[in-house]
C-alpha cells in the first residue's frame, strides 16, 4: 500500500476517513497555471477541481463495492498519484471482482452523464462538462490498463484466475504488467500532449518481476 503521512482528514459519504497526501500540492502546481492572469488561474483551478472530484468519486466507488459486501474500509487516500481504497480486512476474489471494477465504472457514468448533458449547456458550464467527460473517460482508460496496482492489473489477475491455475494467472499477470512498465513512460508522454494532464504515478516494477518470478508478492 502506499505510504505516505496524511496533512488532512475528513470524513467522507458512509463515514469513511479520506486522507490528503502531501504530494497532492506538487500536482497543484503542476495543474494550476499563474501565467496568464486571474483567467488562466480560474479555469486551471476548475480543471485540477475536475479531476481531483473524479479521483475522490472513483475511490468512493471501491468503497462502495467493499461496504456492499459487509467489507469496512479502513481510509481512502487522495495523492499525487491519484488514490486508493483501503480495506479493513481481506477480501475473496469474487468480492475483489466487484470492489476493482467500480472505480472504472464510476468514471464512466460520469463520463456518459456530462457527455449526454453537453448539448443542453453554454458558456463555462459547457465547458466543464466538456472536461468532465474527457477527463473521466481518460481516467476509466488509464485506470484499466492491466499494470499493477491500477485497477486493470488487478481485473487482469483475476480474470487469469478464472481461466488459468493461479501459479499461472499470476505469471502471465506479472509479464503483461512488466511490459507496460517498460512501456509507461511514452504512454504518459501522449498522456500529457493529447489530454494536458499527467498523474504522478510510474508501475513499481518490482511488483511485475516478483509475480513473473513466482515471488512472494
Known amino acids: 500500500m502506499f505510504n505516505e503521512n496524511p496533512i488532512f482528514e475528513f470524513r467522507g459519504p458512509w463515514g469513511v476517513p479520506v486522507q490528503i497526501g502531501p504530494s497532492l500540492l506538487f500536482l497543484i502546481l503542476v495543474f494550476v497555471s ?37 467489507v469496512p474500509v479502513r481510509r481512502v487516500m487522495i495523492f499525487g498519484g491519484g488514490g486508493f481504497c483501503e480495506r479493513a480486512r481481506s477480501t475473496t476474489a469474487y468480492q475483489d471482482e466487484l470492489i476493482v471494477a467500480m472505480g472504472p465504472i464510476v468514471n464512466l457514468v460520469l463520463w456518459a452523464g456530462a457527455s449526454l448533458a453537453m448539448p443542453y449547456a453554454t458558456g463555462d458550464l459547457a465547458w466543464v462538462l466538456a472536461v468532465t467527460a474527457r477527463l473521466n473517460l481518460f481516467l476509466a482508460l488509464f485506470n484499466l490498463i492491466p499494470v499493477m496496482p491500477l485497477d486493470g492489473g488487478k481485473l487482469f489477475h483475476l480474470l487469469m484466475l478464472r481461466l488459468l491455475p493461479s501459479r499461472a494467472a499470476t505469471l502471465v499477470a506479472g509479464a503483461v504488467g512488466l511490459l507496460f512498465a ?14 494536458g494532464f499527467v498523474l504522478l504515478f510510474f508501475p513499481p516494477v518490482m511488483i511485475h518481476w516478483r509475480m513473473l518470478t513466482q515471488q512472494t508478492i
Request: glycine fraction near 14%; aromatic fraction near 24%.
Open 34 to 70: 499563474f501565467d496568464g492572469g486571474a483567467e488562466a488561474l480560474y479555469y486551471s483551478a476548475i480543471y485540477f477541481g475536475i479531476l481531483i472530484g473524479s479521483i475522490f468519486l472513483h475511490e468512493f466507488g471501491h468503497a462502495w463495492g467493499c461496504l456492499v459486501q459487509g
Open 182 to 195: 517498460v512501456l509507461w513512460i511514452p504512454l504518459m508522454y501522449f498522456a500529457w500532449t493529447q489530454m
